[in-house]
């Protein structure tokens, strides 16, 4: 009933920046939490950044002071704007919403289709 629908990722050298957009579509819901999470090949899922409905962050140690998460509620779309980047955070990046539905009486988390970020020279 929710899709997430992300954009932005792409190739750039070490030391650049890159700004990725996830946008919710559908009908008749509300977001509270959104995030973004990275996996990279042969690891785990982790977290990057949290934000709240009223725009208290969470980050990660490692992003910390290079990448800043933000929201727009009108738009029901989350940013994740990344400075500094390091070959290190080469990754496929997930948007993830806690969305809640009209009618529901609980959130049920939705992931996005993941974007690839390649950090290489």
């Known amino acids: 009933q929710v899709q997430l629908v992300e954009s932005g990722g792409g190739l750039v050298q070490p030391g650049g920046s890159l700004r990725l957009s996830c946008a919710a579509s559908g009908i008749a819901f509300s977001i509270n939490d959104m995030g973004w999470y990275r996996q990279a090949p042969g690891k785990e899922r982790e977290l990057v950044a949290t934000?709240?409905?009223?725009?208290?962050?969470n980050y990660a140690d490692s992003m910390k002071g290079r990448f800043t998460i933000s929201r727009d509620n009108t738009k029901s779309t989350v940013f994740l704007q990344m400075n500094s980047l390091k070959p290190e955070d080469t990754a496929v990046y997930y948007c993830?919403?806690?969305?809640?539905?009209?009618?529901?009486?609980?959130?049920?988390?939705?992931w996005g289709q993941g974007t690839q970020v390649t950090v290489s020279s």
């Open positions: 934000i709240t409905r009223g725009g208290t962050t």
């Open positions: 993830n919403a806690a969305i809640l539905l009209v009618g529901s009486l609980r959130s049920v988390g939705y």
